[in-house]
């Protein structure tokens, strides 16, 4: 298995344990599209069972966004796309500022 997915389902389950258990099963739920059969059964999940859960080879979730959105979003990026001038002017403020002399 790729870890790249594992660690992506790990922090995924993970951050949807630590939710349920700190009593927001609603937002779990409505953020992470967690199904109310889901929350009943990670609540009751040791760390072990969430990473031998982790490693199968499939995402644990799926994108609520479809692709229509995704293009939407890239064309309103296009429209608001700086010039590489004003990229790199942007880039050279943020260093000058973390490292004053």
């Keep these: 298995m790729d870890d790249n997915l594992y660690n992506l389902n790990l922090d995924y389950l993970l951050v949807a344990k630590e939710m ?3 009593g927001n099963t609603h937002k779990a739920q ?4 967690l199904p109310p059969e889901a929350i009943a059964i990670l ?3 040791t760390t072990k069972q969430l990473k ?6 499939y995402l644990k979730f799926s994108p609520r966004f479809n692709p229509s959105h ?6 309103a990026q296009a429209l608001g796309a700086d010039s590489h001038e ?8 943020l ?5 004053p002399p």
């Design 43 to 45: 609540r009751n999940m």
């Design 52 to 57: 031998a859960l982790a490693r199968s080879d």
């Design 95 to 99: 260093l000058i500022n973390d490292n």
């Design 70 to 75: 995704w293009q939407e979003f890239m064309q």
């Design 20 to 22: 349920i258990a700190a």
């Design 30 to 33: 409505f953020y992470l599209g």
């Design 86 to 93: 004003q990229r790199a002017k942007e880039l050279l403020m």
